[in-house]
Structures are given as C-alpha cells and as structure tokens.
C-alpha cells in the first residue's frame, strides 16, 4: 500500500511505467482515491481531527456515534474522518448525487426545449387552430418563463386562439407534473386578465416595463401522447442552462426539479450508477431510491459525498463554472435552505434535512489549507442542535485554519435571469 504525504499539493499519477510524482489538480487526485494502490495523505497537522473530536464528542448525548459520520479532505490531504466511509441516511444530499448524474450527462450548458406549435394559421391577431405546446422536461418552467413565452407569442400576432391548448411530452409547470394542470397554468400566464396574485408578485420580479401578455384561449386544455404530424412549428423556448437549473434546485432544495431531472436520467439506479463512476467511488456508498433525498433508504457516506463535489468542481472547469454555480453560497443566497444557518460566509454548501437526519456538506476556504471539502451526516431527533453544531464546527475549523484574504476565484459564481424573452427562437416566417 503506498502512501501520500506532503503539504497537499503532492500528488501521484500512476502509469504503466511506475509511479511518477507531479504536480496536477488537486482535484484530480480524487479520481485515484478509490484505487487500491492510494492512501490519501493524513494531516501532520491535526487541527481539523482535533476540531471533529470535539464535534463527536458533544453529540454523545443526541445519539449513537455511529449514527454520526464527518469527512474533511483538501485536495490529497485527508483532514478527519469519523465514520466518513460508512453510508448514512443522506437526505438532500442526495441532490449532489443527482447533480453529478446529471452534469455528467448532458453538460454543464444543456438546456430543456420546450416547442410551440400550431395546427392552424393566425389571421388578424387570431390563431384559427390549436396551439401545441410540446415539452421535453424542463424542470424550471415557471411564471417568469410561461410570461415571457407568452409575450414573444403576442409579438408574432397573436392575440387570440380560437383552437384549444394541447400539451404533449414531458411537461412540468411551477413543479406540476400533472400535464393538464400545468396545461391550466400556463393559459392563466398567457392571459393577464386571469392573473392571481400569486402571478402578479413573480410579475414583479421581472424588468421594469416588461409588458404583460394579453392572449385569450377559447378552447380546453387537453393532453394528447401523440404528435399531429401536421402541425406547424412557431416558437422553440430554450430553458435556462442545466447549471442554473441545478443551482435553483439545490438552493430550494426542491424535490419537485430533482425527482424530474432523476426522471429523465432514467431512474434512482442510473442516478446511483452515474454519480458513483462519475466520483470513482465504491457503489455500495452511494445507495439511492429516489432523486431528491425523501426517506432514509438514500445514503451516502460524507466521503462519496466529498467526491461528488470535487468531481462537479473537476466538470464544471472547462466552462468557467465552479460548485459556487450549483450550490447555495453563505452570505450570497440570502434565500431557501440558508436561512437562519450561522455558516461562514463564502462556504459553498448544501444541506439535508429529515425528520431525524441533519446533514450538511460543501467545501469552505481557508487561508492554511486551501479549499477544505467536507461532509457531516447526523441521525438524531435533535436537528436545531444539530444544525447549530455543524455550524459551530464550520466556524471553529475556520479560526484555526484561518479566513483568506479573498474569496477564490474557484468559488465565484455567474448567474442569468429567468424570464428572459431571448430564449424564446421564433421559428415561424410566413
């Protein structure tokens, strides 16, 4: 067995010839961690050990130790490790594991096309036919999006469509799955007139001047499995890019977008299968049932979950992106699972919660060890206790290993907005 030691910034590459030392990635380095020829290097310094020791023995009272896992790791240098290879009911963690699978899959810059059709002409402002709408799984097609469609379809003309509304494919409006349902909500978008206040206040959340669509459909909504081979293509919407879909999912924690993103990668097993190659760790560390984390027979150890981060950090490199594009952000995402949490600022992070699991897990920069990738899973009935430990030790991992000058550049994220009229291709010309 050989082993690593060194400053963490050592690394082996292993080839045919031998061993060879070099300098690479550190996050590369975890692409060989699960290889039986690799240790990953302990911490002469035992600092974060020390911190996690302190961590585990508080909760001695609030459950088992072996309900409690920790991983800490910063490129090959392995800070603490309790229970860390050892799956545990992971909650949403389980959305790293859907993220990996599914970046993995398409890329970091896919986007969900959603078509809008029709089966007839548009005659002074009347569309005399159906409009088909046509989606292809997008899992954030919400207000803002079905606004904005709505507006480009009036742009082309059309003010009425005295057909009906047919939805086909996978269709999913603000998280329905229910094709007709999301069907009744996006006529409602099309049609200022009907708006709730629900509609109103996302309203508000797009540009100053942003005009409100005004299209009145006379007919159903009604669902069919089949295309009219007919019909006529009008308006191709691209939804925003996978990356930012995956960053509302995680900062949300919705479960909605996970289970259709698991849905369309082909199911738990492919999602389980995916996320294991992807972070070359054992499949028996990654144990899922569904995509989004609900129920305790999702687990993960802090270890696989450690490598799904690094990985997605590894993957999202070629198109200047960082986990910080995926996950919440403390002290940036003042929204969704953030709130309340007293979680260093600038640490990349999710989180994971059941009626009797807490986890956490992310990566937090330092000045003394660089990025510190970690992971906590704890089983218990005392989540606010454990919340506020997991926060707890995050800040007194910080104050031994030191806040950096500046934010990293590896943990900077870019956003687009939703609602934009620019992603809607109009492909009609006559």
């Known amino acids: 067995m ?13 080839d045919r010839s031998g061993v060879k030392v070099a300098k690479v990635d550190p996050l590369e380095v975890l692409a060989l961690q699960s290889s039986p020829s690799l240790v990953l290097a302990p911490d002469r ?4 050990a020390n911190a996690v020791q302190q961590y585990v023995q508080s909760l001695q009272s609030l459950g088992a130790a072996s ?18 290879t050892v799956p545990l009911p992971a909650a949403s963690l389980t959305k790293i594991a859907t ?11 896919y986007q969900f096309d959603t078509t809008i059709s029709t089966t007839g002409t548009i005659v002074n402002g009347v569309l005399q036919g159906d409009l088909i709408v046509q989606g292809n ?33 996978t269709f999913a409006m603000n998280y329905n799955f229910n094709p007709v349902e999301s069907g009744e909500l996006l006529k409602q978008a099309f049609n200022a007139d009907t708006w709730s206040n629900t509609v109103e206040n996302q309203y508000l959340t797009l540009p100053p001047g942003t005009p409100r669509p005004q299209i009145t459909i006379f007919g159903s909504v009604k669902f069919e499995k089949l295309i009219n081979p007919k019909q006529i293509l009008l308006v191709r919407h691209h939804s925003l890019p996978l990356s930012q879909i995956i960053k509302e999912m995680n900062v949300y924690s919705n479960n909605e ?22 972070a070359n760790v054992p499949l028996t560390e990654i144990q899922l049932v569904n995509g989004s984390g609900l129920g305790v027979q999702n687990r993960i150890s802090p270890r696989a979950a450690c490598a799904m981060l690094m990985s997605i950090q590894k993957r999202l490199s070629p198109y200047q992106l960082t986990v910080a594009d995926l996950f919440p952000v403390s002290g940036r995402d003042r929204r969704g699972t953030l709130l309340s949490r ?13 009626n009797d699991v807490s986890a956490l897990a992310g990566v937090i920069p330092t000045r003394d060890r660089g990025l510190v990738w970690f992971a906590i899973i704890n089983r218990g009935s005392a989540i606010e206790r454990f919340r506020n430990e997991q926060d707890r030790l995050l800040q007194n991992l910080l104050k031994q290993l030191q806040i950096p000058d500046t934010l ?3 943990l900077t994220p870019r956003l687009q907005p939703l609602g934009a009229t620019r992603r809607n291709e109009i492909m009609y010309k006559g």
């Open 2 to 14: 050989l082993e690593l030691f060194g400053s963490g910034l050592v690394s082996l590459w292993l």
């Open 45 to 48: 310094s035992p600092v974060a």
């Open 67 to 84: 309900e409690q896992g920790v991983w800490l790791q910063s490129g090959p240098l392995l800070l603490a490790n309790h229970q860390g």
């Open 99 to 109: 993220s990996l699978a599914a970046l993995s899959t398409w890329g970091a810059n």
């Open 137 to 169: 799984g997008d899992p954030l097609f919400v207000w803002e999006e079905a606004i904005a469609l709505g507006n480009t379809l009036q742009s082309m003309g059309i003010n009425r469509v005295q057909g009906n509304l047919i939805i086909t494919g």
């Open 257 to 278: 977008m996970a289970e259709m993103l698991a849905y369309l990668l082909g199911g738990a097993p492919t999602v389980q299968q995916k996320a294991a190659t992807a």
């Open 342 to 354: 007293q979680i260093p600022l600038g640490t990349v992070i999710k989180t994971g919660t059941l």
């Open 408 to 410: 990293p550049a590896a």
